[in-house]
Nanobody, 121 residues
Framework: QVQLMESGGGLVQAGGSLRLSCAASGSFFRFGDMGWYRQAPGKQRELVASVAPGGVTNYADSVKGRFTISRDSAKNTVDLQMNSLKPEDTAVYYC???????????????WGQGTQVTISS
């Protein structure tokens, strides 16, 4: 069983900063790519940023230069530092982790419960 525990989020003014954190746990699992997705009202869930176990990162064009993703593979944590926030960044942000069960080898994506980020203009 894998659990993703998210923290952070909240309400800030445009131009402000927030930091999201996520910790993955699960006996007999190891984790591949970890990242953050977001879903705004009436829109599809979209990738914000991801980071591979080796540290290679991927960002949505809309957040490049403003957001920074980082992970601690030893602790199975992934953080998203969000700077220069804009009203269009308002969404529910979801932590994602690709987990592989060590013994069966089965792989699937796991999701956090989501945390609200609201940016006021």
């Amino acid at each position: 069983q894998v659990q993703l525990m998210e923290s952070g989020g909240g309400l800030v003014q445009a131009g402000g900063s927030l930091r999201l954190s996520c910790a993955a746990s699960g006996s007999f699992f190891r984790f591949g790519d970890m990242g953050w997705y977001r879903q705004a009202p009436g829109k599809q869930r979209e990738l914000v940023a991801s980071v591979a176990p080796g540290g290679v990162t991927n960002y949505a064009d809309s957040v490049k230069g403003r957001f920074t993703i980082s992970r601690d593979s030893a602790k199975n944590t992934v953080d998203l530092q969000m700077n220069s926030l804009k009203p269009e960044d308002t969404a529910v942000y979801y932590c994602n982790a690709r987990g592989m069960q060590r013994y069966s080898g089965s792989i699937r994506d796991y999701w956090g419960q989501g945390t609200q980020v609201t940016i006021s203009s």
